[in-house]
């Protein structure tokens, strides 16, 4: 049987009560995403929609540990929206916020079989083999985690929910478990987020997907930074890994 035809990021652009999910199509299975396809995130919230990244300004380093506030998705170089903007395509980002529940979702499509449970974590490059970069590889600063978070909202079911709620808990610096951190039982956000570090830290559903069912998977990814970066200019895949039959 085929792999599926599509799997896409799909990036809420306005708000929790009215979703407005900008689809990020080439991360579809047809290898590295299109030149400037992209989620982005930056300490300044104006005026980058149209920036490219060759031209994408550079933050200070921060004098103490925290969430980078505004993110972004580009589908193509300079043609960027605001991730929880509030007025959609025309909007700046919003604040990052752990109250913005329905941030993005994984889909795919109704054409493949999953053969185990799906993953979502990060990795430094589109090999998708390991994560050990001053970012997604940590420092004194996370306790050696990754600086990337995530959360999910996810079942030991076959069949994936929409949050009616925010997780719990918000996200903080030292978040993360070694290995998987997998659901265990009826559909909610994980306690803590977890640290996304390639095949290390990762977050996995609670069961293998209904076959042949386009499906949704809701998460929230929250970046942080301090002041014992390495400075670089970080770049890294966002990754649903799975296996197929």
């Not at 559903?205 to 499906?215: D, F, K, L, S």
């Amino acid at each position: 049987m085929a792999d599926f035809t599509t799997v896409t990021l799909d990036c809420n652009i306005q708000s929790t009560a009215t979703p407005t999910f900008q689809s990020l199509t080439a991360f579809a299975q047809s290898g590295a995403p299109s030149t400037g396809v992209e989620v982005r995130w930056s300490g300044t919230a104006t005026g980058l929609r149209s920036t490219g990244s060759a031209s994408w300004p550079a933050d200070i380093r921060p004098a103490s540990t925290g969430i980078v506030t505004a993110t972004y998705v580009f589908t193509a170089d300079t043609t960027g929206f605001g991730f929880y903007g509030g007025a959609g395509t025309s909007a700046d980002p919003a604040a990052w916020s752990n109250n913005s529940y329905k941030w993005a979702k994984w889909h795919w499509d109704n054409t493949g079989t999953f053969a185990s449970s799906p993953i979502i974590t990060a990795y430094d490059t589109s090999g998708d083999t390991t994560a050990t970069s001053g970012l997604l590889g940590g420092s004194t600063d996370t306790s050696s985690k990754s600086y990337l978070k995530g959360n999910a909202f996810g079942s030991n079911t076959a069949t994936m929910s929409i949050p009616a709620a925010a997780p719990t808990n918000a996200p903080v610096v030292t978040d993360g478990t070694a290995g998987a951190l997998t659901f265990a039982g009826a559909a909610a956000w994980l306690t803590n987020y977890q640290d996304l570090r390639g095949d290390t830290d990762y977050i996995q559903h609670g069961a293998t997907p209904t076959a042949v069912t386009a499906q949704d998977w809701y998460l929230i990814f929250a970046l942080f930074n301090g002041p014992n970066m390495t400075p670089s200019t970080y770049v890294f895949d966002l990754a649903l890994k799975y296996t197929w039959t």
